[in-house]
Nanobody, 119 residues
Framework: QVQLVESGGGLAQPGGSLRLSCAVS????????MMWYRQAPGKEREFVAG????????NYADSVKGRFTFSRDNAKNTVYLQMNSLKPEDTAVYYC????????????WGQGSQVTVSS
């Protein structure tokens, strides 16, 4: 059973930073490609950042380019989302998403981490 456990959310001031982590277990990590999504109150879940199915570059939503950085540590079966220069509009629940490279319709979700940006 694939498990994605997120950590690192919380409260930040505008202009501040937070780092989210997503630890994966129950699956061969190298067979997964990873992404981050977020859902703000009253809005649909949206893509934030993540890998392509077969590696290569990382994609970012236009709204976070230059501020957020996706990274992956294969030794720790963990992905990260470093969030800098946070804005109030970044306030949302952030979800880690994993998909099987061999069968991308097999998707798994973390429990979600609340990120609140407010002064």
């Amino acid at each position: 059973q694939v498990q994605l456990v997120e950590s690192g959310g919380g409260l930040a001031q505008p202009g501040g930073s937070l780092r989210l982590s997503c630890a994966v277990s129950g699956f061969t990590f190298s067979n997964l490609y990873m992404m981050w999504y977020r859902q703000a109150p009253g809005k649909e879940r949206e893509f934030v950042a993540g890998e392509l199915r077969f590696g290569g570059s990382t994609n970012y939503a236009d709204s976070v380019k230059g501020r957020f950085t996706f990274s992956r540590d294969n030794a720790k079966n963990t992905v990260y989302l470093q969030m800098n220069s946070l804005k109030p509009e970044d306030t949302a629940v952030y979800y880690c998403n994993a998909r099987d490279r061999r069968a991308p319709t097999n998707a798994y979700w973390g429990q979600g981490s609340q990120v609140t940006v407010s002064s």
